[in-house]
């Protein structure tokens, strides 16, 4: 199953960093919030990407290009008047990364449609490129293709400023915006699709929280895969300082891997 990441919005409210680099790209322990997400899909097998870009795209491409460069020893033998590389040690997951420019201004829904070639007719998983969590994903496709509905998103409780869901013994009643002091679980992403949910998106202006999950909702086609346990997404420097120090003290709940983390500096005091 492929995973498909949305990482090409303008992350205005963390201007500091976005206004240089992509939102997904900012940096928490020395990698990009996004590499982070991929290693936490990898753990569970899960090691094909779609990236949806748009602003500042070329970063992204960019990056990629060079991470077995950067992930790898290498000796540069110019001796014989030639250019020659060779690799001795590298240390690259084995994913499939495919970026895709989904546009400058398109909207969520529009950078899904997008990229309906590169799944086919195939279900997928998908999230937002600003969010880590430790859900069991393998659990979260399980629970997916055992209700057997068109959609599943996974909710947690969280005082954030996100879709509010309704939600009767799984089903998702209804999908709407957050109100200020609304307690009801919202939508931290890390969703599951069937391929029809493509047909339900039409034109870069559409956002797939205002059509195609109010639609599935009416329809009881949307289920909640409830997670209990962290999720935090990454909006400003103090969430992405809160992140750092997590890492940093060996408390990343959504850190499986084993990898030295670098000390930073906390921009949030």
Known sequence: MKVVLLAGGFGSRISEESQFKPKPMIEIGGMPILWHIMK???YFGYNEFIICAGYK????????????LHNSDMTFDYTQGKNEMIVHQTCMEPW??????????TMTGGRIKRIKKYIGNEPFMMTYGDGV????????????KQHGKLATLTAVKMAQDKGVLDIDDNVVKAFREKNANDGAPINAGYMVFQPEVFDMLDGDQCVLEKTALVELAKRGEL?????????????????????????AENKAPWKRWERSVPNVPDYAK
């Open 96 to 105: 499939k990364v495919t970026v895709v420019d989904t546009g400058y201004n």
């Open 57 to 68: 795209q070329e970063y992204i491409k960019e990056w990629f290009a060079n991470y077995f």
């Open 223 to 247: 289920m909640s895969y409830v997670h209990e346990g962290f999720w935090q997404c990454m909006d400003n420097i103090r969430e992405k300082s809160m992140l750092e120090k997590l890492l």
């Open 133 to 144: 969590c430790d859900v069991e994903i393998d659990k979260l496709v399980t629970f997916h």
């Open 40 to 42: 936490e899909y990898a």
